[in-house]
């Protein structure tokens, strides 16, 4: 799954996901990918969020609306995505997520679990893409 | 804060492709976020990415892969969606036809693919030969692992099709537990 955010030199946000979904799944199976709130998520007044992972049980927990409205609530990035996945491991120990954060002036952070994530970014006059690893909680 | 223009998404290897697509196309005044990031995932969906985007990746116990997508307008607070999208390989871009040319956020299954058509984009069968190997090879092997619980014939021994065994109600809630799927199957 790819869970993507712009943002636009004007500051104007927008986000989104792609995904094929979970391997042998149920026909009409649909996991987190394209419930806005879990796959992805963005409110130009504060910032977005990306989300990839066991999406049946991502999708309970609407990880990206929770990270955004937490950095509504004055959290950083980094701790709006780890409470966001913190959530879910109270509930579900083994579960494997990626939460990725950006708030509306490009400061960003990212949270997992089960697994090492990672996260890309490029911005600014950068003249590559960085690659961020995220430790799993 | 590297600064605006931005782009960032999950994952890194692969999917950098569509970091860096995004990115530049940002640097042209006309492309607005909402163009960024479809075109972005639109990269990973032509791709492949790491086989968990776009055509080719997760058939079903059919061997058929369906697409899930959506995209949200961070002013607006709009969003488009498709859901189970079959034979159509644009899915991010048939999300954002959701999102500008109805009121919905959300179409699913062959609905959004008669929906799809009926907008511009081209039916067209999303396996390939690998999928469609990966996935028999699945079943010769008694289709393990799945996704089925309380089912009979035993699910962790054999293939479908299934048969929904009666439950206690102390039983459901236990049974029904989640259980972590360490092949890479097992997430989205």
């Not at chain 1, 120990?93 to 697994?115: K, L, M, R, Y």
């Amino acid at each position: 799954t790819i869970s993507m955010i712009a943002l636009h030199s004007s500051g104007v946000m927008a986000a989104g996901t792609s995904t094929n979904g979970a391997g042998r799944k149920v026909p009409g199976r649909v996991g987190d990918g394209p419930i806005t709130g879990s796959g992805s998520y963005v409110d130009g007044d504060v910032g977005g969020c990306g989300a990839t992972g066991d999406g049946d049980i991502m999708m309970r927990f609407l990880p990206c609306y929770q990270a955004v409205e937490n950095l509504r609530l004055g959290m950083s990035p980094q701790s709006a995505a780890e409470d966001a996945v913190r959530r879910m491991l109270r509930k579900y120990p083994d579960v494997q997520s990626g939460i990725v954060v950006v708030d509306n002036e490009g400061a960003h952070g990212g949270a997992g679990s089960g697994w090492t994530f990672t996260y890309a970014y490029r911005g600014g006059g950068m003249g590559e893409t960085v690659v961020v690893s995220v430790p799993p909680i | 804060s590297p600064g605006l223009p931005m782009v960032i998404n999950t994952w890194g290897g692969p999917f950098t492709a569509a970091t860096d697509a995004a990115y530049l196309a940002l640097l042209e005044s006309e492309t607005s976020a909402l163009d960024a990031v479809e075109i972005g995932c639109s990269t990973c969906e032509a791709n492949q990415c790491d086989g968990s985007v776009g055509y080719g990746g997760s058939p079903d116990e059919n061997c058929e892969t369906t697409l899930d997508a959506m995209i949200m307008d961070g002013t607006t607070m709009k969003s488009g969606a498709v859901a189970a999208l079959r034979r159509i390989k644009d899915a991010i871009s048939v999300a954002r036809a959701v999102l500008e040319h109805t009121t919905h956020t959300l179409l699913a299954g062959d609905f959004a693919t008669d929906f799809a058509i009926a907008n511009g984009f081209v039916a067209q069968n999303l396996t390939t030969e690998a999928s469609a190997a990966s996935c028999a090879q699945w079943k010769a092997g008694g289709c393990q692992p799945n996704y089925r619980i309380n089912v009979t014939p035993d699910p962790a021994q054999s293939c479908g099709p299934y048969a929904p065994t009666s439950l206690n109600s102390s039983s459901s809630s236990a049974a029904a537990a989640y259980q972590s799927r360490g092949s890479p199957e097992g997430h989205d």
